[in-house]
């Protein structure tokens, strides 16, 4: 305990602790998550990822031949909502609403449209066949419809990358040191500060 001056800290959360508080708080959006929780979380959700990816190609189920792959898509669903509560929790303890997760979404989704469109429209333009539109004719390349395309998957990728790197600033913040409107500071060791002159 410590009496004036800084708080005490809680040491860094290890990768253990990390993915054990996430299962435990499996729907929890409430409260405040560490910096260090989220990337522990993120890392070991990755490398398990990995790992399913590698045993779903070791038994056949590649996504060219059945579109998915299904231990992947069960380990995904799986974490979905510890993902979205460990985000919405890192949120408040920058002292952000966890609504902003919504943001992301929804403009990473209305991103996709010019890549959509892009490609719908690269498709119908860019290739013509000289015996018209019968099947097995020969078919020649437009230029101009490729162009659209690739701008298109170009503004795309930018506002996905933009998302990223917006994610990532955000989620490697320092928290807001002591409470905030979303809770108490994880960080700090309970009941830790006292002014001098008090009784502990």
Same mark, same amino acid.
């Not at 993915?19 to 929890?28: E, G």
């Not at 437009?142 to 990532?168: E, K, P, R, T």
């Given at each position: ?44 959700? @990755?490398?398990? /990822?990995?790992?399913?990816? $590698? =045993?779903? %190609?070791?038994?056949?189920?590649? &996504?060219?031949?059945? *579109? ?46 010019? @890549?959509?469109? /892009?490609?719908?429209?690269? $498709? =119908?333009? %860019?290739?013509?066949?000289?015996? &018209?539109?019968?099947? *097995? ?64």
């Amino acid at each position: 305990m410590q009496y004036g001056g800084a708080p005490e800290s809680k040491p860094m959360m290890t990768i253990q602790e990390s993915v054990k508080t996430c299962l435990r708080k499996y729907a929890d959006f409430s409260g405040r998550a560490t910096r260090a929780e989220i990337w522990w979380w993120v890392l070991a959700t @990755l490398l398990v /990822g990995i790992g399913i990816s $590698v =045993v779903d %190609s070791a038994l056949g189920f590649t &996504g060219v031949s059945y *579109g998915f792959t299904p231990l992947s898509t069960i380990f995904g669903l799986a974490i979905l909502l510890p993902d979205l509560a460990v985000t919405c929790r890192r949120l408040h303890d920058i002292g952000k609403s966890g609504w902003w997760q919504l943001a992301w979404y929804i403009i990473g989704f209305l991103c996709a449209i010019p @890549l959509i469109l /892009g490609v719908v429209f690269g $498709v =119908v333009t %860019s290739f013509s066949s000289t015996d &018209g539109w019968e099947f *097995g004719g020969d078919w020649e390349v437009n230029a101009d419809g490729l162009i659209v395309v690739l701008v298109g998957i170009f503004l795309s990728l930018m506002v996905w990358l933009g998302l990223a790197v917006w994610w990532i600033l955000w989620m490697a913040r320092q928290g807001e040191t002591g409470p905030n409107r979303y809770g108490p500071d994880p960080r700090a060791v309970s009941g830790d500060t006292l002014e001098i002159g008090e009784t502990p």
